[in-house]
Each structure stands twice: as C-alpha cells, then as structure tokens.
C-alpha cells in the first residue's frame, strides 16, 4: 500500500509564520514508521523551515507542505518519543515529498537541507 495524506489540512493562519491544524490529520502508512502517523489537532506548524530570502523559490507551503507538516511533528516528538531516529523522520519527510508527486530537485534540495541544517531543530526543546 502506497502512503497518503488522507485528511485535508485544516489550519489556522498563526500571523503568516506559524500555523495551528484545527483537525487531526494523517499520513501514511510510512513503510520507514512502518504505520499511520498521527499529527493531532492543535499542533503547531511552521511547515518548511525556508529562509526568507528563497521563499519566492521554495515558499514554505510549497508542493511539499503537508510532507513538511508531518516532520515537523516527528521533529517536535523526537521522534514520536524515541521510536525514529532523525535519520527516519527525514526520511519520513522524503518519502512523503515523493508520495505528493514534488519535483526530484526540490526533493533532493529540501531533503539535503534537513540533514544539513536539522540538527539544531531536532535539538531544540519542545515549544512551550
């Protein structure tokens, strides 16, 4: 079975920089978490964390938006408490870019990108 993103993405706009999902919403199964990942409603998203300056290149709520929904939740649970490592959810994130079809480039650029750049969101402590 090829994952999906089975729920619509109902949010509300947190003054263009964060956003909160007003309903849970879905992905999968990943075959990497090998089940269904749950982002639960009141979750709080930046979806890709894109420097301003090539927002007119990659918007954060590019093609790749729900993909970057869904790692910034497994980025906020570390994991889902321990059961991925940052490798997978990264992967997650790629597999997931591939599931909505984004362009190789952009996969490779955004997927290269976290694995550079990752390491101090993944550290950071949960938000407050």
């Known amino acids: ?22 309903a849970p919403f879905r992905y999968g199964p990943s075959a990497i978490a090998r089940h269904i990942i749950d982002v639960p409603a009141g979750f709080i998203t930046d979806f890709a964390s894109v420097p301003k300056i090539v927002w007119n290149i990659l918007p954060p709520d590019g093609p790749y938006g729900r993909a970057a929904v869904v790692h910034d939740y497994l980025y906020s649970t570390k994991g889902l408490g321990g059961e991925l490592t940052r490798a997978q959810c990264d992967g997650i994130l790629l597999e997931a870019m591939k599931a909505l079809a984004v362009g190789g480039l952009v996969q490779a650029v955004i997927y290269r990108a976290v ?5 101090s969101h993944w550290d950071a402590p949960p938000a407050s």
């Open 1 to 22: 079975m090829n994952p999906e993103f089975p729920d619509p993405l109902d949010l509300q706009d947190n003054n263009n920089e964060t956003y909160t999902l007003l």
């Open 115 to 119: 694995r550079l750049f990752g390491q």
